[in-house]
């Protein structure tokens, strides 16, 4: 209904090039940059952060399943050594699913794949090396927020997806400052 894909019989469904203005062509134009990456983070941290809070009031059981679910997903990738940036956006769009707003969930999904910023900056740079310990940091930031959505707490899920948010720009202004030196961020542990 909106345009998105168009079905060809017997070829299957194929997606469309985005119309030409609107805020679809603006993210459809933006490249792997760290000043983009920054621009995202700054728009999820516009919404990220009252999620948490929501998610954490809102939540039902099954939502809070889904979340828990999601984190361990991400443990199980981290563990096999496989890409985390998929679970890390699927963690993150469970806690929009569990404000029971869907506005949410459609900003996190127009955002798409610019929504995790390592992977913006490995279609940059491909041979980015991703620590075990920075990849693990990240978790352990997940777990803060998965904590304080599990015990109901709005303000401590605030904070948690503030710091969480913050940490990350944080490292990317760093990045910046180091004139695009991928591997002074990314191999890092997360502090």
């Known amino acids: 209904a909106d345009g998105l894909v168009t079905p060809r019989q017997g ?4 997606v469309n090039e985005p119309a030409a203005g609107g805020v679809g062509a603006v993210l459809a134009d933006l490249s792997g940059t760290v000043a983009t990456v920054l621009n995202v983070l700054e728009v999820r941290m ?3 952060i009252e999620a948490a809070a929501l998610a954490a009031q809102r939540r039902s059981a099954s939502q809070e399943g889904r979340l828990l ?4 997903a991400f443990e199980t990738a981290l563990r096999a050594g ?3 940036g998929a679970v890390d956006f699927d ?6 699913e569990a404000t029971n707003n869907p506005f949410y969930v459609e900003i996190l999904e127009l955002l798409g794949r610019r929504t995790i910023p390592r992977d913006l900056m490995r279609a940059v740079s491909p041979h980015l090396p991703l620590s075990q310990e920075y ?3 990240l978790q352990a ?3 803060t927020i998965l904590s304080a959505i599990s015990e109901g707490d709005p303000a401590a899920a605030r904070d948690a997806m503030r710091s969480h948010l913050s940490e990350s720009r944080r490292r990317y202004n760093d990045l910046l400052r180091e004139g695009g030196k991928l591997e002074a961020v990314f191999a ?4």
Do not use: K, L, Y
Request: without cysteine.
């Open 141 to 143: 930031e997940h777990r």
């Open 82 to 84: 496989e890409p985390t």
């Open 91 to 96: 963690f993150h769009r469970a806690i929009a």
């Open 188 to 191: 890092q542990p997360v502090e």
């Open 135 to 137: 990849q693990r940091g």
């Open 11 to 14: 070829a299957g469904v194929f």
């Open 69 to 72: 679910e999601s984190f361990n």
């Open 46 to 48: 516009a919404v990220e």
